[in-house]
């Protein structure tokens, strides 16, 4: 199968630059599961944006949304990244808007909420399942346009490069190994345009907020083909998911309880009903993220409780089923009705603000492959990223990549002489018998990434977690090629190397900077301002 433009992955970021890119070609867009299971489908906050009527009516503006990001990222944003995408925030909001999305509004006005390290209420939402509203538009845009073709199931094994094929010359994508699960048969799928949008990496850690496809797919193929990956240690973990080991099943697992609640006056307590933030950060609840999550961590140290509080016993009745409906139903199919009763919660790994390197055009440095959307490290976020700038982010590169596309490889001037793609080979045909061991190795990443490599780091830690994944990457190899692969090799294999790329780039961070926080070097230290960048080959 050849297409004009290949997308790998159908969360926001991948639906708006595929339903531009049809205008210009052909485009395949590849989902490894089901379609809505992306972390956009999952986003409940809401996009953050500043509009043109909120400069007028409430004293918000570009510049202190680019303020609160470039705070939130502690030095090592791109600043020019920030602009630029914070800057075409309204273009973005009103190509939402026109795809068929509808935020809420009152009157004229959209609905504004608030969210940690945000100055202004400017965070657009429809209730609390915005992403759902948003991926639901997409989906049906996506499904009526001629020349887009969805595939779900279709899970990419490898990129397919020049370099792979052995060529010295500059290196450029051509496609990709391609398994469909229902069939088990791998394809060769043709393109010189790649664009990896497949999300990021919450499943490598045993508590996330993320849906069970977020195994780090996109950095991994990226990786395996040669791109440049940075700033894989800043892993965000969201403060507020809920806590509830007595239940069964992943929406009890991974349930996040928005901080748009926060936004809306819910304040994190301990057992003691006691407001433990405010002792950290004169924001308290409404800090940005790396440290409310750290000052969660340290209370429960100090405690030994299990978990923390969100109390928003005191708004008034009827306000969180109205506001949240989703947030207050699910609670209460859980047997918690938090209008009357305090949520537990815990912190729970939620976004990769690091990824695959790029320009601020999505471009990397192989021709033709871009990436867009949370796989991608484009220097938004710096070292933590703000709440609810990544859906913004996904909208906002999904155009300039496709403009960077048009420009420099419009569809009909493709780079001559393509080379011959040899046929998927691999070692082995052997049923996997042993699913044991693939569930014992996944559980173990989960679990070890937990323990040594979560909100509180030391180099000790790093170290161990370094030796114990290098054992379990050989493990993995050899069951990848003594056996058939399906879904769960591969997510395992891409698992497994996006923990070792999370571990390897906290280890090279001698210094606490947003989201990377180390007992052994407990300040930022201004020479290590920078990204960290490592390569393959
Ligand atoms: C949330 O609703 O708390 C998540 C928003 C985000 O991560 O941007």
Same mark, same amino acid.
């Given at each position: 199968?050849?297409?004009?433009?290949?997308?790998?992955?159908?969360?926001?970021?991948?639906?708006?630059?595929?339903?531009?890119?049809?205008?210009?070609?052909?485009?395949?867009?590849?989902?490894?599961?089901?379609?809505?299971?992306?972390?956009?489908?999952?986003?409940?906050?809401?996009?953050?944006?500043?509009?043109?009527?909120?400069?007028?009516?409430?004293?918000?503006?570009?510049?202190?949304?680019?303020?609160?990001?470039?705070?939130?990222?502690?030095?090592?944003?791109?600043?020019?990244?920030?602009?630029?995408?914070?800057?075409?925030?309204?273009?973005? +909001?009103?190509?939402?808007?026109?795809?068929? &999305?509808?935020? #809420? =509004?009152?009157?004229?006005? !959209?609905? $504004?909420? /608030?969210?940690?390290?945000?100055?202004?209420?400017?965070?657009?939402?429809?209730?609390?399942?915005?992403?759902?509203?948003?991926?639901?538009?997409?989906?049906?845009?996506?499904?009526?346009?001629?020349?887009?073709?969805?595939?779900?199931?279709?899970?990419?094994?490898?990129? +397919?490069?020049?370099?792979?094929?052995?060529? &010295?010359?500059? #290196? =450029?994508?051509?496609?990709? !190994?391609? $398994?469909? /699960?229902?069939?088990?048969?791998?394809?060769?799928?043709?393109?010189?345009?790649?664009?990896?949008?497949?999300?990021?990496?919450?499943?490598?850690?045993?508590?996330?907020?993320?849906?069970?496809?977020?195994?780090?797919?996109?950095?991994?193929?990226?990786?395996?083909?040669?791109?440049?990956?940075?700033?894989?240690?800043?892993?965000?973990?969201?403060?507020?998911?809920?806590?509830?080991?007595?239940? /069964?099943?992943?929406?009890?697992?991974?349930?996040?309880?928005?901080?748009?609640?926060?936004?809306?006056?819910?304040?994190?307590?301990?057992?003691?009903?006691?407001?433990?933030?405010?002792?950290?950060?004169?924001?308290?609840?409404?800090?940005?993220?790396?440290?409310?999550?750290?000052?969660?961590?340290?209370?429960?140290?100090?405690?030994?409780?299990?978990?923390?509080?969100?109390?928003?016993?005191?708004?008034?009745?009827?306000?969180?089923?109205?506001?949240?409906?989703?947030?207050?139903?699910?609670?209460?199919?859980?047997?918690?009705?938090?209008?009357?009763?305090?949520?537990?919660?815990?912190?729970?790994?939620?976004?990769?603000?690091?990824?695959?390197?790029?320009?601020?055009?999505?471009?990397?440095?192989?021709?033709?492959?871009?990436?867009?959307?949370?796989?991608?490290?484009?220097?938004?976020?710096?070292?933590?990223?703000?709440?609810?700038?990544?859906?913004?982010?996904?909208?906002?590169?999904?155009?300039?990549?496709?403009?960077?596309?048009?420009?420099?490889?419009?569809?009909?001037?493709?780079?001559?002489?393509?080379?011959?793609?040899?046929?998927?080979?691999?070692?082995?045909?052997?049923?996997?018998?042993?699913?044991?061991?693939?569930?014992?190795?996944?559980?173990?990443?989960?679990?070890?990434?937990?323990?040594?490599?979560?909100?509180?780091?030391?180099?000790?830690?790093?170290?161990?977690?370094?030796?114990?994944?290098?054992?379990?990457?050989?493990?993995?190899?050899?069951?990848?090629?003594?056996?058939?692969?399906?879904?769960?090799?591969?997510?395992?294999?891409?698992?497994?190397?996006?923990?070792?790329?999370?571990?390897?780039?906290?280890?090279?961070?001698?210094?606490?900077?947003?989201?990377?926080?180390?007992?052994?070097?407990?300040?930022?230290?201004?020479?290590?301002?920078?990204?960290?960048?490592?390569?393959?080959?």
């Amino acid at each position: 199968m050849n297409a004009d433009f290949m997308v790998i992955g159908a969360g926001i970021a991948g639906l708006s630059f595929a339903l531009r890119a049809a205008r210009h070609g052909s485009v395949v867009v590849l989902a490894k599961g089901d379609v809505f299971e992306s972390n956009t489908a999952w986003a409940q906050g809401g996009i953050a944006s500043v509009l043109s009527e909120q400069e007028r009516d409430a004293g918000d503006s570009v510049e202190m949304h680019v303020a609160d990001t470039l705070e939130a990222g502690a030095g090592l944003c791109r600043e020019s990244m920030v602009r630029t995408i914070v800057g075409e925030g309204e273009e973005a +909001i009103r190509d939402l808007v026109n795809y068929g &999305v509808s935020f #809420d =509004r009152e009157d004229h006005h !959209y609905l $504004l909420g /608030r969210e940690g390290g945000h100055s202004h209420r400017r965070i657009l939402h429809a209730k609390d399942t915005t992403g759902r509203e948003i991926a639901r538009a997409l989906i049906e845009a996506a499904r009526k346009t001629p020349n887009l073709t969805i595939l779900e199931n279709h899970f990419v094994i490898d990129l +397919i490069t020049t370099s792979k094929l052995g060529a &010295v010359a500059e #290196d =450029r994508v051509l496609g990709a !190994y391609v $398994l469909e /699960r229902k069939t088990g048969e791998v394809k060769v799928m043709r393109s010189d345009r790649v664009v990896l949008a497949a999300g990021g990496c919450g499943k490598v850690y045993l508590y996330t907020t993320n849906p069970d496809s977020a195994t780090g797919d996109g950095v991994a193929l990226g990786w395996r083909a040669g791109a440049s990956i940075a700033n894989m240690e800043f892993i965000q973990f969201h403060p507020t998911c809920f806590y509830n080991p007595g239940a /069964r099943g992943p929406e009890a697992r991974s349930f996040l309880v928005s901080e748009a609640v926060r936004g809306e006056g819910g304040i994190l307590i301990n057992a003691k009903g006691e407001d433990f933030t405010k002792k950290v950060d004169p924001r308290g609840s409404l800090a940005p993220r790396d440290i409310v999550a750290r000052a969660i961590d340290r209370e429960l140290k100090r405690t030994g409780e299990a978990c923390v509080y969100l109390d928003v016993t005191h708004k008034p009745k009827g306000f969180m089923k109205e506001r949240f409906p989703y947030i207050y139903e699910t609670l209460m199919k859980f047997g918690l009705d938090c209008e009357t009763q305090p949520i537990p919660v815990v912190p729970a790994a939620h976004y990769q603000c690091g990824g695959v390197l790029t320009d601020n055009e999505g471009k990397t440095a192989i021709r033709g492959l871009f990436a867009i959307g949370e796989v991608a490290c484009n220097g938004l976020h710096g070292a933590n990223r703000l709440a609810s700038n990544s859906l913004l982010e996904g909208n906002v590169m999904a155009r300039r990549a496709l403009d960077e596309m048009m420009r420099l490889y419009p569809p009909g001037k493709e780079a001559p002489n393509p080379p011959p793609i040899p046929e998927w080979e691999h070692g082995d045909t052997a049923e996997p018998d042993e699913l044991v061991v693939i569930y014992h190795n996944w559980d173990e990443i989960r679990l070890l990434m937990w323990d040594y490599v979560s909100i509180v780091r030391t180099d000790n830690r790093l170290r161990r977690a370094a030796a114990r994944l290098r054992n379990l990457k050989r493990e993995v190899r050899e069951f990848y090629w003594g056996h058939r692969v399906n879904s769960d090799i591969l997510e395992l294999r891409n698992l497994v190397a996006v923990a070792g790329l999370i571990v390897e780039c906290a280890l090279r961070r001698k210094e606490s900077r947003g989201l990377h926080y180390t007992l052994d070097y407990p300040e930022a230290d201004e020479r290590q301002r920078v990204d960290t960048v490592v390569r393959r080959f």
